[in-house]
């Protein structure tokens, strides 16, 4: 396999061909956080078919966005086109069309615009001057203009739900997510990457499937080596990339990081209000702002708990690299070769990832729906937790999954090196557990205890009629 070619995206790459076959003029959004792979989906569908490109500098003026964009024009043209410098957008999106009527292509015209949120600076006038090459000239033409950008709320807001000239002119969106676990190793097998899937869940956890990060690994290198050398490496190109990743998302992205910091010492989440005070952001629709920004652009997700109405909904840190660098890499990047070897042995690791792996499968749940056999049974997912009296411990379940078919899934998930073995006690412990949310829930649905595990159950006279169904890992690498 060629690791230079597109992995997975069928669905991504399904509505590219669609919008290059349809017949009419499509305006094509492409969503989704830096380095996901977004430039990567769209040059190679379109690749040498592309007639205009461009990618926003981040940081600069108007003037040098304007100077780079007739630069490109220069580019495409070979220089047959004549150039001059235009004083707005208006006048560059003019000539741009000028150079594509010139051109006098024969099927359709494609036109990228890549980054787009760095182009459109505050007061510059390119959305209106976008505006204007879409309304009264694309939309008359065979074309594609794809627009791209890695801050999906300003994305949302300044385009999709574009109150101007680009109100509903969105044909085709695309939100571009990471790799999941299938597409991941399809990844690392075409960079002639045998691992096994222990190490590449190890690799996940740490890294996401971000395929920019992914693209790091290196063969003969176990996970450990390869974290080791991508974090905690000053080389490594991720060593600073933490503060790097939210400056280039969000303006004033401090308190993004703030939510961001408070989560990741709250593992089983928690609600807007606790948010706030831990994070000392102003009560108010900014902080409701900042947290909507997260979850758009894929950091943070938001959980029902079993029984409870959305004013009760939780907010959990989900990006696998964002909890990885606070956990550990934070304060240990100094500490240099082998770092992470050492800290893989502690019991801080084994708590991170039995976290990490629960949210792992928190992210494949069409997979975990399929390996239950239910893919075709409408079903909601959430958790449940219920605190104990004074100093009783409470219960808590990691996943529901509560069907139509008038059946409670209550998975219990765990990350361990070897099968997961259930003793007389933690048996005993499942029972009462189940009875008690039965009672608390007053549910009269069948209830089945599912086990998701890395390495399977080890069966005993403890586990036999207690655990209704299993699970391992191998089941979350099933393609979607």
């Not at 994070?279 to 909507?292: D, K, M, N, Q």
């Not at 939780?314 to 800290?343: C, I, K, P, V």
């Amino acid at each position: 396999m060629n690791r230079n070619a597109l992995i997975g995206r069928i669905e991504e790459k399904k509505i590219l061909n669609n919008a290059l076959n349809s017949g009419k003029a499509e305006l094509v959004a492409v969503i989704g956080r830096r380095r996901v792979g977004k430039t990567f989906l769209v040059k190679s569908v379109y690749g040498d078919q592309i007639d205009f490109d461009i990618t926003g500098i981040q940081h600069a003026t108007r003037k040098e966005q304007l100077r780079n964009f007739m630069l490109q024009i220069a580019k495409f043209s070979a220089g047959s086109f004549p150039i001059s410098e235009p004083k707005d957008w208006l006048g560059a999106f003019y000539l741009l069309s000028k150079f594509l009527e010139s051109k006098q292509k024969q099927g359709k015209t494609i036109v990228f615009l890549d980054e787009l949120p760095w182009l459109a600076t505050h007061k510059s006038g390119f959305l209106k001057g976008l505006s204007w090459f879409w309304n009264s000239w694309a939309t008359d033409q065979e074309i594609i203009v794809v627009i791209c950008g890695s801050a999906a709320s300003w994305m949302i807001k300044h385009v999709v739900h574009h109150k101007g000239g680009l109100h509903n002119r969105i044909t085709k969106r695309i939100y571009l997510k990471p790799f999941d676990l299938a597409e991941t190793e399809l990844f690392l097998k075409a960079g002639n990457m045998n691992f096994d899937r222990y190490q590449i869940l190890h690799l996940y956890m740490a890294m996401g499937g971000i395929p920019h990060y992914l693209n790091e690994i290196e063969p003969g290198k176990s996970a450990a080596q390869n974290i080791d050398a991508i974090c905690f490496s000053e080389n490594g190109v991720l060593w600073d990339e933490f503060p790097k990743l939210f400056a280039s998302l969000f303006e004033n992205s401090e308190a993004h990081v703030k939510v961001v910091r408070a989560l990741a010492d709250r593992q089983r989440g928690l609600p807007r209000a606790e948010i706030v005070r831990i994070s000392r952001l102003p009560e108010g629709g900014g902080t409701s702002t900042v947290i909507e920004e997260l979850m758009h652009s894929g950091f943070i997700s938001s959980y029902q708990p079993f029984g409870k109405k959305k004013k009760d909904i939780l907010y959990r840190l989900t990006d696998e690299f964002s909890l990885f660098y606070l956990q550990f890499m934070e304060n240990n990047r100094q500490q240099g070769a082998g770092t992470w070897q050492q800290l893989s042995q502690t019991q801080h690791y084994v708590t991170w990832a039995g976290y990490a792996f629960e949210n792992l499968c928190l992210k494949h749940l069409p997979q975990i729906k399929k390996g239950l056999g239910i893919s075709g049974v409408f079903s909601t997912a959430s958790s449940f937790l219920k605190k104990g009296p004074d100093a009783e411990e409470g219960i808590q379940f990691d996943l529901l999954i509560d069907r139509n078919d008038h059946v409670i899934n209550i998975c219990e998930i765990k990350f361990y090196t070897a099968e997961v073995t259930i003793d007389k006690a933690t048996a005993m412990d499942y029972r009462n557990k189940i009875a008690a949310f039965k009672e608390s829930t007053h549910t009269r649905k069948q209830v089945f205890l599912t086990m998701i595990t890395t390495f399977g159950l080890k069966p005993t006279p403890h586990s036999l009629g207690l655990v209704d169904a299993e699970l391992t890992m191998d089941t979350l690498f099933e393609p979607s």
